[in-house]
Antibody, heavy 119, light 107 residues
Framework: QVQLQESGPGLVKPSETLSLTCGIS????????WNWIRQSPEKGLEWVGY???????KYNPSLKSRVTISIDTSKSKFTLSLSSVTAADTAVYYC?????????????WGQGAKVTVSS | EIVLAQSPGTLSLSPGERATLSCRAS???????LAWYQQKPGQAPRLLIF???RRATGIPDRFRVSGSGTDFTLTIARLEPEDSAVYFC????????FGQGTKVEVK
């Protein structure tokens, strides 16, 4: 049974870089797309981006200039970096697996990591 | 960006009744590029259905989707108390966007 677990700081200062890691257990990175999705009361659910095992990535156009997602297949983890954060980036951040058939629907989610941007 | 508008905001029904949730897209979307999720308090969203009729593991056939163009519906038959949750639609025809959710109360 594949499980995902987010980890990282719960508090980030404005203008700094938010960094979160998603650990994958119980399964292989395989041929799945690995995603970051965030949720806040103000914006609801917002897809951040995904990465594939070969390192190719795709990002939400609204965040593209500030987002980098990387993957370490040897350690079964992938990482989100979001630069120049503001209070608007305060959210619960989820990592999620894309469905096996390759569509951008998400069948396995982590429990979520709450990140607050504040000085 | 394709904007998804869900209605109603809240639906209050009794066990055994049928829930009809609407998801309207700002431009035409093929139902094959839609997904629906259920989220309970303090939990991550859970995939229900994607690609028109593909149910995620363990999802009963009480959950069905229909629609075309810009108007789509999630129907939950024979409501049970554990169906109480917020339901989101999502499109992946053009990038990925989510609706704002419909809260279903079953009591």
């Amino acid at each position: 049974q594949v499980q995902l677990q987010e980890s990282g700081p719960g508090l980030v200062k404005p203008s700094e870089t938010l960094s979160l890691t998603c650990g994958i257990s119980g399964g292989l990175i395989g041929t799945f797309y690995w995603n970051w999705i965030r949720q806040s009361p103000e914006k609801g659910l917002e897809w951040v981006g995904y990465i594939y095992k070969d390192g190719s990535a795709k990002y939400n156009p609204s965040l593209k200039s500030r987002v980098t997602i990387s993957i370490d297949t040897s350690k079964s983890k992938f990482t989100l970096s979001l630069s120049s954060v503001t209070a608007a980036d305060t959210a619960v951040y989820y990592c999620a697996r894309g469905v096996p058939t390759g569509e951008d629907a998400f069948d396995i989610w982590g429990q979520g990591a709450k990140v607050t941007v504040s000085s | 960006e394709i904007v998804l508008a869900q209605s109603p905001g809240t639906l209050s029904l009794s066990p055994g009744e049928r829930a009809t949730l609407s998801c309207r897209a700002s431009q035409s979307v093929t139902i094959s590029y839609l997904a629906w999720y259920q989220q309970k308090p303090g939990q991550a969203p859970r995939l229900l259905i994607f690609g028109a009729s593909r149910r995620a593991t363990g999802i009963p056939d009480r959950f069905r989707v229909s629609g075309s163009g810009t108007d789509f519906t999630l129907t939950i038959a024979r409501l049970e108390p554990e169906d109480s949750a917020v339901y989101f639609c999502q499109q992946f025809a053009d990038s990925v966007t989510f609706g704002q959710g419909t809260k279903v109360e079953v009591k």
